[in-house]
């Protein structure tokens, strides 16, 4: 991505972002989930055991996970199998902002708003 894409992405991120903390619904939206977030918190926590446990002075401890097992064969399939798409996505849009790059191409007349066809 050159430079003056990733300045255009991150204008339009910010405008986004300005305008989603204007609108009122958007915010009363996201306070509902948060407080939601937050009683699953306190509800989640009231369920750990907090007692001492028998014969000890220090609190009981809550239960540890299982650890983590090695990533499976068809996951890395998976993540090789995306990497593949990414890059022949990159390859597709490099080759759009080439064809952009030339005057009276199609892909820079979409780009200034107009329609084919």
């Known amino acids: ?5 990733a300045r255009d992405l991150v204008a339009m991120w910010q405008s986004e972002l300005t ?4 609108d009122r619904e958007l915010r009363e939206s996201w306070t509902a989930l948060v ?5 699953t918190a306190t509800t989640a926590l009231a369920q750990l055991p907090l007692d ?5 002075s220090r609190p009981a401890q809550p239960p540890r996970s299982a650890p983590v097992d090695a990533a ?3 996951r890395l399939d998976e993540v090789e199998q995306l990497t593949r798409r990414v890059a022949e ?6 080759e759009l902002q080439r064809r952009n790059a030339k ?5 820079g007349r979409l780009r200034r ?5």
């Open 1 to 5: 991505m050159d430079d003056q894409s």
């Open 19 to 22: 305008a989603m903390a204007a």
């Open 35 to 39: 407080g939601l977030w937050a009683q």
């Open 52 to 56: 001492a446990t028998p014969g000890s």
């Open 72 to 74: 499976s064969q068809s």
């Open 89 to 94: 996505l990159e390859r597709h849009l490099a």
């Open 103 to 107: 005057p009276g191409s199609d892909a």
């Open 113 to 117: 708003g107009r329609r084919l066809g």
